[in-house]
């Protein structure tokens, strides 16, 4: 009973990770190797920290050709969702933090982000195809209640007629409604609302600063009723935890008004393989073994898999299970696999006349 008592007061409840995994590009970093260390390493209560940094670019060039998309822009880095399989935890190592606590602690805050979209739509040589607003974070996380840097690219996206795909799982979203219905009209914006889950007490433990379920479904609904083109993505779907909702999800989010979905299967990249495997067997120590063997025996033996193609789908006989799954309740809620087609006919430069293509 101590030592469960224990376990209980140093997990860090509203986290998902649980400690700082490794940075592969720092060479000298501290950690704490004991919880009855000395006193020098007795933890403060975790809070966010919002960092403010000027970017030399917001938009980038997306060569992955199973992700769905040519070009992203994110405001943010790091997700205070703390979302505990994302695949963007990695990415933080870039800017010299761990793909850990400090990813769902530590917000870097792109100032400069709206400044920056303009002049990269201003150059003469971009020719309109979609960009994807949080291909790597939320954009709607938490930081954005305060900084608002989503809806001025929003705004500078609208005055461009320039067509965006988004992907969020916070109902944040709501408080764009009248741009996005304007954008809506014009066939300028597609929205994919992630819904993962509708057990709540698993919701709080794997996206822990995250909105419910059902809220999201209500995302679906308000948006769509108001002229958004709006879908549903189903991931990860977790074999053993959340991958037999799939189906209730489905048909949520299409009586809700989605009218296109997606979905991955959980891949374990990079630090992710630690954080997930370490959150795993704290939380569900009854059932830790089978879900970590099934995600193995869908990538070959390992957690992870990256091969093109494969590795958002899985393989063998689970994966496959969940692949057939998906398009079943697809087909019967009569959801598209794909977002409709966005217009870029007519991208403008303000003080340009009328379409440039």
């Known amino acids: 009973m101590e030592n469960e008592k224990h376990s209980e007061q140093i997990y860090k409840k509203g986290r998902g990770a649980q400690f700082n995994t490794h940075n592969k590009f720092l060479k000298h970093q501290s950690t704490k190797e004991f919880v009855e260390a000395v006193d020098d390493w007795i933890e403060p209560a975790i809070k966010t ?10 938009v980038n060039k997306v060569d992955s050709p199973d992700v769905g998309m040519f070009y992203s822009m994110n405001p943010y880095q790091g997700c205070e969702h703390g979302c505990i399989y994302c695949y963007a935890r990695n990415t933080f190592e870039y800017w010299g933090y761990s793909a850990g606590v400090d990813f769902e602690s530590k917000i870097l805050v792109k100032k400069n982000a709206a400044q920056l979209l303009r002049k990269f739509l201003m150059h003469p040589k971009w020719e309109c195809v979609p960009i994807s607003v949080s291909g790597n974070t939320d954009c709607y996380q938490p930081a954005e209640r305060k900084f608002r840097l989503t809806r001025q690219l929003l705004e500078v996206c609208n005055e461009f007629n320039q067509p965006v795909g988004m992907i969020t799982k916070n109902a944040g979203k709501l408080r764009d409604i009248d741009l996005l219905q304007e954008m809506g009209k014009r066939n300028l ?4 609302v992630s819904v993962t889950t509708f057990n709540e007490d698993l919701r709080l ?10 809220q999201r479904i209500k995302t679906i609904e308000q948006l769509s009723k108001a002229g958004v083109k709006m879908g549903v993505m189903l991931g990860p779907m977790i074999p053993g935890l959340n991958e037999h909702e799939m ?14 979905s997606a979905y991955t299967f959980i891949r374990l990249n990079g630090a992710i393989k630690f954080l997930f495997h370490d959150w795993l067997y704290k939380n569900f120590p009854d059932r830790a073994d089978k879900v970590w063997h099934l995600i193995e025996v869908s990538h070959g033996g390992k957690v992870n898999d990256s091969d093109w193609g494969r590795r958002m789908r899985g393989e063998g006989s689970i994966a496959k299970l969940v692949a057939d799954q998906y398009k079943t309740y697809t ?3 009569g959801l598209q696999h794909e977002r409709l087609g966005l217009d870029c006919s007519n991208f403008k430069r303000p003080g340009s006349q009328g379409s440039l293509f």
């Open 49 to 58: 920290q919002y960092i403010e940094v000027d970017s030399k670019s917001i």
């Open 189 to 192: 914006v597609s929205v994919l």
């Open 205 to 214: 433990l794997m996206e822990p600063r995250t909105t419910t379920g059902k």
């Open 247 to 260: 189906p209730a999800i489905i048909k949520a989010a299409s009586e809700a008004g989605a009218s296109f």
């Open 331 to 333: 087909k019967k809620y």
